[in-house]
């Protein structure tokens, strides 16, 4: 009923960028927090930024100052923004959103996450 579809990851050379963006779709009330994570392999799934409908942040302290998360109400998207890469930010990263939607007629609340885009720093 929810999906989530992510874009824009790939390869890149150390001290450049990329612009991540996930869009929700389906039977959507309301959206609330939306956010980005991230994993690297053999390591733990954790945040990277999140954003609240009202446009509060907050940042990982390791990618303050260099990403910028910001979210498009009306499509229901939200944004990555990542400068100065480092080969340390390679990862699998996942949209992670809180919403309201509808299913089998009633509306509920929960968490839904995107399928993961790669990316690669290094040169």
């Known amino acids: 009923q929810v999906q989530l579809v992510e874009s824009g990851g790939g390869l890149v050379q150390p001290g450049g960028s990329l612009r991540l963006s996930c869009a929700a779709t389906?039977?959507?009330?309301?959206?609330?927090?939306m956010g980005w994570y991230r994993q690297a392999p053999g390591k733990q799934r954790d945040l990277v930024a999140r954003i609240t409908s009202g446009g509060s942040t907050i940042y990982a302290d390791s990618v303050k100052g260099r990403f910028t998360i910001s979210r498009d109400n009306a499509k229901n998207t939200v944004y990555l923004q990542m400068n100065s890469l480092k080969p340390e930010d390679t990862a699998v990263y996942y949209c992670n959103v809180n919403l309201v939607f509808r299913n089998l007629g009633l509306s509920r609340q929960g968490d839904a996450w995107g399928q993961g885009t790669q990316v690669t720093v290094s040169s």
């Open positions: 389906g039977s959507i009330l309301s959206i609330n927090a």
